[in-house]
């Protein structure tokens, strides 16, 4: 079974800048879409944004203009830019594909002064 790993979580103040990275097992990104979601404390894990195998790319709304989703397909790598971050970032974040298959551990993402 395919397995995701998440990284580059961290501690942010705001308004900063975080990029994460995911890696898959298999190289699943090369034939179905790479998603990310995250999940806040308290809340359903939701949907931000998605990338295709040819690199189309879709946000959520509320993550447009801050939020972008790009990918290595020679390292096998999915990012996450995310900048002008703010306290309702705070999150654990997640990659996985459409459907989605096992989930990873996530990364945690605080954003706070």
């Known amino acids: 079974q395919v397995q995701f790993v998440e990284s580059g979580g961290d501690l942010v103040q705001p308004g900063g800048s975080l990029r994460l990275s995911c890696t898959a097992s298999?190289?699943?990104?090369?034939?179905?879409?790479a998603v990310w979601y995250r999940q806040r404390p308290g809340k359903p894990r939701s949907y931000l944004a998605r990338?295709?195998?040819?690199?189309?790319?879709n946000y959520a709304g509320f993550v447009k203009g801050r939020f972008s989703v790009s990918k290595d397909k020679v390292k096998n790598l999915v990012y996450l830019q995310m900048n002008s971050l703010i306290p309702e970032d705070t999150a654990v974040y997640y990659c996985?594909?459409?459907?989605?298959?096992?989930w990873g551990q996530g990364t945690q993402v605080t954003v706070s002064s």
């Open positions: 996985n594909t459409d459907p989605p298959e096992n």
């Open positions: 990338i295709s195998p040819s690199g189309t790319t």
């Open positions: 298999e190289n699943i990104f090369s034939f179905r879409d």
